[in-house]
């Protein structure tokens, strides 16, 4: 089972939607996220067909917090959205190379503090009814390590505690992965700051079952 989460940040729709074909063909993902689209629903109902999946849903987005869009092929898996909230989809996942239910979810983390802790107490909340193997991919909007920023104003230690917190209490691990460490940069002061934000980090239970 392959799963791609692919972030939309500062590209045109044209150029965004060639990336998304190229990384298609490239990897023939069984499901596809999609996130920070910042595209209206209208243009996500003309958008999303063109990339050959043949099944897909979405998350209005509000403001700038999304849409968050996921896309799939019914073959290997069996897909069936669970539940859609404004910076989440839950899917629940039929594996049928294993005969094994999974659930993924598509995360969109807010980045102002003061939407956070609420968004994270739901995640603590999720994952003691979430009784199968499970998967969470996206933008956290949260730094694991002072490795993970570049540039700009150094963060105190408080600032990594929340992302580890989360991962040691539902006994998890961050997926391994190749590429650029920096997932979104901006230009503040006239400095531009890296900072790698966006993960997929999978509990026990899901990496016993895809090791």
Same mark, same amino acid.
């Given at each position: 089972?392959?799963?791609?989460?692919?972030?939309?940040?500062?590209?045109?729709?044209?150029q965004?939607?060639?990336?998304?074909?190229?990384?298609?063909?490239?990897?023939?993902?069984?499901?596809?996220?999609?996130?920070?689209?910042?595209?209206?629903s209208?243009?996500?109902?003309?958008?999303?067909?063109?990339?050959?999946?043949?099944?897909?849903?979405?998350?209005?987005?509000?403001?700038?917090?999304?849409?968050?869009?996921?896309?799939?092929?019914?073959?290997i898996?069996?897909?069936?959205? &669970?539940?859609?909230?404004?910076?989440?989809? *839950?899917?629940? @996942?039929?594996?049928?190379?294993?005969?094994?239910?999974? !659930?993924? =979810?598509?995360?969109?983390?807010?980045?102002?503090?003061?939407?956070?802790?609420?968004?994270?107490?739901?995640?603590?909340?999720?994952?003691?009814?979430?009784?199968?193997?499970?998967?969470?991919?996206?933008?956290?909007?949260?730094l694991?390590?002072?490795?993970?920023?570049?540039?700009?104003?150094?963060?105190?230690?408080?600032?990594?505690?929340?992302?580890?917190?989360?991962?040691?209490?539902?006994?998890?691990?961050?997926?391994?992965?190749?590429?650029n &460490?920096?997932?979104?940069?901006?230009?503040? *002061?006239?400095? @531009?700051?890296?900072?790698?934000?966006?993960?997929?980090? !999978?509990? =026990?239970?899901?990496?016993?079952?895809?090791?």
């Open positions: 089972m392959k799963i791609i989460s692919w972030i939309v940040q500062g590209i045109k729709k044209k965004a939607l060639q990336e998304i074909l190229f990384l298609k063909r490239l990897h023939n993902p069984n499901i596809m996220f999609i996130l920070e689209t910042l595209a209206s209208t243009n996500l109902s003309s958008i999303l067909p063109q990339i050959g999946f043949d099944h897909f849903d979405f998350v209005d987005p509000v403001n700038h917090s999304g849409p968050i869009a996921v896309l799939w092929n019914n073959g898996i069996h897909a069936s959205i &669970l539940r859609k909230e404004q910076r989440a989809i *839950h899917v629940l @996942l039929h594996d049928t190379s294993n005969n094994q239910n999974v !659930m993924v =979810n598509g995360l969109y983390a807010p980045a102002q503090s003061r939407d956070k802790d609420s968004f994270w107490n739901h995640l603590f909340q999720f994952n003691s009814v979430v009784d199968l193997p499970w998967c969470l991919i996206g933008d956290f909007n949260e694991a390590s002072p490795g993970e920023k570049r540039g700009g104003l150094q963060y105190p230690l408080s600032k990594y505690e929340r992302l580890k917190n989360f991962t040691s209490y539902i006994r998890a691990s961050t997926v391994p992965y190749k590429g &460490l920096f997932t979104w940069k901006k230009k503040v *002061h006239m400095q @531009l700051i890296y900072e790698g934000l966006d993960r997929a980090i !999978m509990r =026990n239970d899901w990496m016993n079952l895809y090791p």
